[in-house]
Structure formats: C-alpha cells, structure tokens
C-alpha cells in the first residue's frame, strides 16, 4: 500500500523560503535572485511531492484505493 503524506509540499516549500530569506538578509543573494529562487522551487517542490490540495484530487485517490484492493 502506498501512503502519501499530504502537505510535504507546504513543509518543504517554507523551509526552502525561510532558507532564502536568510540568505537574502546576509547579503550572499539579491531580493531578484530569491524571488527567482523561490518560483523555481515552488514549481519543482510541488511536482515532486504531494500537497494538502492533492487530497481533493481523484486520480491520488483512485490509485490508492487500486492499491488498497491489491494488498
């Protein structure tokens, strides 16, 4: 059975901002450089791991429920 783990995407997404920010505030990048980093991650955090608005989504829940009649 394959779990996911709803809202790893909005973990990991405030921890890579909260990196960010603390790298803007020491000088070592620029405010266009962390909005820029920010998108990027947003978009690759996002597709890699599941996010709370997955559970509305019927196709996350039709696999797993194809996964729970095969175990």
Do not use: F, H, W
């Not at 070592?28 to 920010?38: E, G, H, M, V």
């Amino acid at each position: 059975m394959r779990k996911l783990l709803y809202g790893q995407a909005e973990y990991y997404y405030s921890l890579s901002c909260e990196m960010t920010e603390k790298l803007e505030e020491r000088g070592l990048i620029t405010a266009d450089q962390r909005k820029r980093i920010d998108e990027l991650d947003r978009r690759s955090i996002y597709e890699m791991y599941p996010s709370v608005n997955d559970m509305d989504n019927d196709n996350v829940c039709k696999d797993n429920d194809k996964s729970n009649v095969a175990s």
